[in-house]
């Protein structure tokens, strides 16, 4: 593949913008007090301990109080804190999964990003592949084996599989199985370890990522890496992963996948930000979505602030927009502020 320029987009679809300048700035907030909450119980803590620390640094730099604060579901003193608005800075379950919003709506208080239902639904990998397909996004060809129908579903998948959990982040026992052998071992590790697991046709290709902040869909990125494919060292640990946005893929291919990024996002019901992560089939160029992020990382592997950057928008400005965004959503819905 040619690194090239990508195309700018005329349309001014107002249902479906994407962009290749900053988008219209929100008006400003007035100084707030921000819990950024980090850490908590998932796999993906030490990431979420990197992001957190990230934001809580660049919202301090745009001025606000900003409270740090590890939790879990078992230590929910963070709560307890003055704030005005809470920055989920968590991936992964109980932060990204609806547990942690759905706290925050009983008890009242504001928070930045989707809803308790949308994060559910988001990180349900079967779920939003439901969504996805009443909204018309394609996404791979896919089964749910669970322990009753493993062993039928090892003899009638044909074809490469990747085989996931239904509700981690960050690639977490995310494996490619090429033929049988390797399709029944991985298989019963990620049934025996959850419970179940979600079975998706392997799409051979380029992985494409597109942010959405608002309604704006950020340029996409192209990942490459010398490992087999974007798991968790790909993503965190090492530095030979390659984000590439001056693409020589056909603008309209580009603008597609911008398209049905703003798709995905409003099917599941999301709100502020996200990151729609994409397999696009090498021959065809068939775009296959794979999952909604509704809590992607804000680290300096990060994908939704490197997009961000490209239109101009730098790390600090990006979490003050999106503590526009919030606030903005907020006073709209007359829910006013809140301080705890």
């Known amino acids: 593949m040619v690194e090239g320029t990508l195309t700018k987009r005329n349309s001014t679809s107002r249902s479906h913008k994407v962009s290749r300048a900053e988008p219209p700035a929100a008006p400003r907030t007035e100084l707030l007090e921000i819990t950024v909450l980090m850490g908590g119980p998932s796999a993906e803590r030490e990431v979420s301990l990197k992001s957190g ?7 301090e730099r745009c001025g606000h109080r900003v ?62 592949k439901k969504k996805f397909i009443e909204a018309g996004v394609p996404t791979p060809r896919y089964e749910v084996a669970t322990r009753e129908n493993l ?51 392997y799409i051979k ?11 704006t869909a950020l340029p996409v990125c192209e990942i490459r890496t010398p490992r087999e494919f974007y798991d968790y060292t790909a993503k965190y640990l090492v530095d030979t992963t390659e984000y590439l946005f001056d693409l020589s893929w056909p603008s309209a291919l580009l603008e597609q996948v911008q398209r049905l990024s703003l798709d995905a996002h409003r099917s599941l019901g999301c709100r502020e930000f996200s990151r729609v992560d994409w397999m696009v089939d090498g021959q065809t160029h ?31 400005q990006l979490c003050q927009k999106i503590v526009e965004l919030a606030m903005n959503r907020v006073h709209g819905e007359g829910h006013g502020e809140r301080r705890v």
């Open 53 to 59: 620390a990230a934001v809580a640094a660049a919202l």
């Open 67 to 128: 409270h740090r604060a590890d939790i879990s579901p078992t230590d929910l003193s963070a709560l307890d804190v003055r704030a005005d608005l809470i920055f989920i800075a968590l991936h992964g379950p109980f932060g990204e999964d609806g547990e942690l919003q759905a706290i925050l709506d009983e008890r009242g208080i504001s928070y930045v990003g989707s809803g308790a239902e949308a994060s559910r639904c988001a990180m349900n990998k079967v779920a939003a």
């Open 151 to 201: 062993y039928p579903l090892c003899n009638t998948w044909r074809g490469s599989a990747v085989i996931k959990p239904i509700a981690q982040g960050s690639s977490v026992d995310t494996i490619i199985a090429k033929d049988a052998l390797m399709f029944r071992s991985a298989l019963s590790d990620v049934v025996q370890k959850y419970g179940s697991a979600l079975v998706e046709e």
């Open 205 to 215: 290709g380029m992985e494409f990522t597109v942010g959405v902040l608002g309604d």
């Open 286 to 316: 068939q775009p296959y979505a794979l999952e909604v992020n509704t809590i992607p990382g804000f680290t300096d592997h990060s994908l939704l602030p490197k997009a961000a950057g490209r239109i101009g928008i730098g790390f600090d």
